[in-house]
C-alpha cells in the first residue's frame, strides 16, 4: 500500500476551508489528506480516533449550510481523487462508484447503456457523489424519480475508529437488518465517513414534452402544479418562479418574462403523449400564457429562465439560498408570505420553487460587500424558517443542516428527537472527531 | 381517556400468538391489549418497561417469518383497532393513518381523488399499514413505484419507556436530522411501536398493457426482463414463474400454461405506447408464445397465473415460501440452481420471482403433515440461503427476518454491521422489552 499524500501548504489548505455558505470558520486547518483508496481512509481515521483530532470529509466543497468549512486545528479528508466508477452493471440496473465520482459523470456513463443515475442536484457537473450522498441531496426531477437516497443501495462507510462496515445490498430490494444505509445517507460525514456507494441505474425515459406556462397571479400558478397529481399527471419537473425572480432575469437577459404574467411554471412530463395531453389541459386552464415542446433545442430556450434565475439574481448582489419544504398545498402562501417578510425587512428576496414537492429556494439578496450578514437578511431568513414551520414544513428541503440550521433543527425535530439524534452520534462517533459541531 | 381494553381470554390469546410462518411459540402470551390511541400504547408501554415485560406489535398477523409470534409471558399489542384514516389530503400527496389501517383500504381511498398508495405486498386486501411498514413490504409493482420505505415520508412512534417520537416530515422532501423514519421502517417491531404513520400517495397511473410471454427455455425469460431496462423500459411489474409452478397451476386449474413454454414471464407497463411498443419488440423477440392486452378482463384473465401459483402450490402440500434477492443479471442462474437444490433434497420447489428487481420465492413444499418441517426441506432452505449470499444477494427481499433467518442474518451482514445493529437496538430498547428475539 503506498502512503496517503499529505498536504500542509497554506494555499492547499486555503482551498479547502470554506464551502459555498458563506460561512467563515475560525482559524485554517492543520492538514489535508488525499486518500485514493479505503484503506488509506481508515488509516487517517485511525490516527485521528487515537489523537482525538478533528475530521472533515469533503467532496467539492458545493455545500451551501457550512458543512464542508473546516477550521483550526482539522483534518481535511479530501476524497476528490477516489473517482473511480469501479462498476458499471446495466443488467443489473447497478453501478458500484467511489465517493469523488462527479454525480454527471456517472449520469452520461450510465447513459451510453440506455440508463441513468436518476437524482439531479443543480450541482451535478461539479458536485460529488460522495457530496451528494452526505446530503441526501434533492434536484429537479425528484418529483419523480426521488432524491438521493432512493438511488443508494448499499454503502461502504469507514467509522470513526477506522473499522470499515458494508451496508445494504448489491440488489435492488432487500430487508436484511436495520437500514443503516439511510441512517448514513443525509448525515453530512457525522457519522462516518463514505468510502464506497453501490447505486441503482434507471432505464432512461421517453422523450419529454416542456410546458412554460404564465399566469397572473401566483396563486393560479401553485394551484396549477398541485392540480396536476389529481389529474393523474407525475411531473418529472415543475418549476415555480415568482415575480421578483423574473424581474431579475428579464433585467439580466433581456427577456419579457414578466410581461407574459407575475408567476412562470415549468413542467416537464416523460409518461407519453396522453399525459402530456392531460397536462397541457390542466396548466392552460388559468394560463395567461402556454408554450410547449418536444423539440431538444426548443426545450433548452423553455428552461433557459430557471437556469439563468440564479446568476440573474447573483447581479442583484450576494445571495442567501434558503431551503424550505411545505405541505405541497400550502405552496402559494408561502411564496406570498415571503414577499411580505422581504417587504417587511426591505430586502429583496426572489423565491424559486421545486413545486411538485412544496421546496422553495428563497434567494435572499443579502447586499453587495463580502462582510458580515446583514442584520436584515439574517432576520428575514428566519422569518422564513418560523414561515415552514408554521406551515407544517421543514427548514431544510435537500441542502442539509450543517452549521446555519442547527439551532432551527433542534425546534424542527423537538426535544424527544433531538436527544435519540445525539444518541445515535454518539453511538457511532464517541470520541465526536468526524466533522464535530455540524449537522446536529 | 378511556381504559385500553385488555383480554386474557385462551381464545383470544390463541389466536394472537402465530402468523403465518408456521413458527411455533412455546407457551402462550399472557394478555392481549387492544388500545385505540397513541396514549394508550404509552401506557401499555410505560408500564411494560417499568415490570420489564415483553410487548409483541401485531397487525394483521400476515408476517412470513415469525415476527409475529408471541410465546408465554408476553404481552400482544394489537393494533387492529387503531384503523382510521385520519386526513387524506389530495392536494398534498398526503395520508395520515393510523397503523391498523388495511393496506388496500387506503388505496381505494385514495383512487377517488385519483392517487394511489403505491405499495402492493401480496397480503393487501388483510395486512396492515403498521405491519407493512414494520417489514417493509415489497409487491408485485415496487420495480417501478419503490416498496414500503418509498412511500413513508414521517412516523409517530411510542419508544420502549413509552415516550413518543415524531420522526420524518410531513413534506414530500425534507433532510433535517438523521433518517429515524427509515430506521423505523423494516425494523419489525424491536425499536418502537408504530402510532401514526404520514404516507406519501402518487397519481394514478396511464391504463396499463400486460403481456404473457412464454419461453422454451428460463433463460431467455430472465434475459428478456433484464433487457427491458436497457431498452428503457422500466415494467410496473415483471413475474417469472418457473417450470415446477406452472405444472402445479395447470395441475390445479386445467390450463395449458407449460406446454405453452417452460417458463412464463408476465410483464406490466404504463408508461404509453411508445414504451408498450418497445416492450412488445423485447419481448417477443425469444418468446414462444406472446400475448398482451389493455382491456381490464384480459388483464385478470392474464394475471390469472400470479395470482393461482400460490393456492395452486398449496394443493401439493404446506408451503414454506422463501424470499431471497440477487442482482437481476443472476435471476435464471438462481431459478437454475434452486430446481437443482429441490433435486438435491428430493423436494418439490416452485419458483416465483418478481423478475424486475431480483427478488425470488422458492416455495418449498414440505410435506402434507402439520406436524415439524422436515429435515429436507430445512437443509433445502439453507442451501436458498446460502446460494443467495454466493451470488451477491440477501437472505430477505421483502419478508423480513424474523425469528426464522437470524442465523442468516448474521452471516450476510458481517461482524461490524451485525454489531452496529446490536448497539441500535440497545440504544432503543435498552431493556429489551420490544419484540425480543427478533430481526437481530
Not at 411554471?265 to 388559468?286: K, S, Y
Amino acid at each position: 500500500m503506498t502512503a496517503t499524500e499529505w498536504s500542509t501548504e497554506p494555499s492547499v489548505l486555503d482551498a479547502r476551508r470554506l464551502d459555498r455558505s458563506g460561512v467563515e470558520p475560525a482559524g485554517r486547518p492543520a492538514a489535508v489528506a488525499f486518500p485514493r483508496s479505503a484503506e488509506q481512509v481508515r488509516e487517517v481515521l485511525r490516527d485521528a480516533y487515537a489523537g482525538r483530532t478533528p475530521v472533515v470529509p469533503r467532496g467539492a466543497g458545493t455545500a451551501l449550510t457550512g458543512a464542508s468549512t473546516a477550521g483550526a486545528g482539522a483534518i481535511v479528508l479530501d476524497l476528490s481523487r477516489m473517482n473511480r466508477i469501479r462498476e458499471l452493471r446495466p443488467d443489473d440496473g447497478v453501478a458500484v462508484v467511489e465517493p469523488g465520482v462527479i454525480t454527471a459523470d456517472l449520469d452520461r456513463a450510465a447513459a451510453a447503456h440506455g440508463l441513468r443515475y436518476a437524482p439531479d442536484p443543480a450541482s451535478l457537473e461539479i458536485s460529488t457523489i460522495g457530496g451528494n450522498i452526505a446530503t441526501n441531496a434533492g434536484g429537479l426531477r425528484c418529483a419523480k424519480y426521488g432524491v438521493t437516497r432512493d438511488s443508494v443501495l448499499g454503502l461502504d462507510v469507514v467509522l470513526a475508529d477506522g473499522r470499515l462496515v458494508s451496508t445494504g445490498r448489491a440488489t435492488l430490494k432487500g430487508v436484511a437488518g436495520y437500514d443503516l444505509t439511510s441512517l448514513f445517507v443525509g448525515s453530512e460525514g457525522t457519522l462516518g465517513v463514505v468510502v464506497g456507494a453501490t447505486l441503482r441505474l434507471r432505464p432512461l425515459p421517453e422523450p419529454t414534452v416542456t410546458f412554460a406556462a404564465s399566469y397572473g397571479d401566483l396563486f393560479d400558478a401553485a394551484a396549477a402544479s398541485v392540480a396536476l397529481a389529481t389529474a393523474r399527471i407525475q411531473p418529472v419537473l415543475a418549476e415555480l418562479l415568482d415575480e421578483a425572480t423574473l424581474d431579475a432575469i428579464d433585467a439580466a437577459d433581456g427577456t419579457h418574462l414578466r410581461k407574459a404574467g407575475s408567476a412562470l411554471l415549468l413542467v416537464q412530463i416523460d409518461g407519453g403523449p396522453q399525459e402530456a395531453a392531460r397536462a397541457a389541459e390542466v396548466l392552460g386552464r388559468a394560463a395567461s400564457d402556454l408554450r410547449s415542446t418536444s423539440d431538444r433545442s426548443e426545450t433548452a430556450v423553455l428552461l433557459a429562465a430557471r437556469r439563468g434565475a440564479l446568476p440573474a439574481i447573483e447581479r442583484l448582489g450576494r445571495p442567501l439560498i434558503e431551503d424550505i419544504a411545505v405541505p405541497r398545498s400550502r405552496l402559494a402562501e408561502a411564496v406570498r408570505e415571503i414577499a411580505e417578510i422581504a417587504r417587511r425587512h426591505d430586502v429583496p428576496i426572489c423565491t424559486l420553487a421545486h413545486a411538485g414537492d412544496g421546496n422553495l429556494h428563497p434567494i435572499i439578496v443579502a447586499g453587495r460587500s463580502a462582510g458580515p450578514i446583514p442584520a436584515a437578511a439574517s432576520l428575514a431568513a428566519d422569518d422564513i424558517f418560523e414561515l415552514a414551520l408554521r406551515l407544517g414544513g421543514t427548514v431544510t428541503g435537500e441542502h442539509g443542516v450543517g452549521l446555519l440550521k442547527r439551532a432551527w433543527l433542534a425546534r424542527e425535530l423537538g426535544p424527544v428527537s433531538h436527544d435519540l439524534q445525539r444518541q445515535l452520534k454518539a453511538l457511532f462517533d464517541p470520541r465526536g472527531i468526524l466533522n464535530p459541531g455540524k449537522a446536529l
